[in-house]
């Protein structure tokens, strides 16, 4: 796994396509319930720091979903039915960080309300871009390297 600062290290392109689809973007977050069945729901993540991070209310069923089981994925949203602009996707772990970190100070202070803080690590990313209606997928892995397209398994079609 790697921060945001890692990823953005290890393949730029990428993180600069994800960072234009997630940062201060309404995205949709995928945990798993205290059930094992998904839940879905919309978080605004931002990148400080070399974080990727969201926040919840402290006292939604999700903080203790994810002390529980800290797997998640983030799906940025679609501009428009036709895919223009792409798709991105972060798989990965959440860890709890202070409300007191320069990154989180401000949401702290500015809610009405308790929340809780993650930073998101990046397990995996993938974009989506789309060429003559085919999708065009590029993955990086933490530990590996990105496959592009052009590369033997950089391009994959459905």
């Not at 309404?26 to 998904?38: E, I, N």
Request: aromatic content about 10%; overall charge negative; hydrophobic content about 40%.
């Amino acid at each position: 796994m790697a921060t945001w600062a890692e990823f953005e290290i290890a393949e730029p392109e990428l993180a600069a396509f994800g960072r234009e689809r997630l940062d201060g973007t309404v995205c949709f977050q995928a945990t798993l319930r205290l059930d094992g069945s998904p839940r879905v729901h919309p978080v605004e993540p931002w990148i400080a720091t070399g974080l990727l991070l969201v926040r919840f209310r402290a006292r939604s069923p999700k903080v203790r979903e994810v002390a529980r089981d800290a797997r998640f994925s983030l799906h940025s949203p679609m501009d428009n039915p036709e895919g223009i602009g792409g798709e991105f996707l972060v798989n990965g772990w959440m860890e709890q960080v202070s409300p007191d970190l320069p990154a989180t100070r401000r949401f702290a202070e500015e809610a009405p309300y308790p929340l809780a803080f993650y930073a998101i690590s990046v397990e995996e990313a993938v974009s989506t871009t789309y060429e003559e209606d085919d999708p065009v997928y590029r993955r990086w892995r933490a530990g590996a390297q990105a496959t592009r397209p052009g590369d033997p398994s950089g391009v994959e079609n459905s």
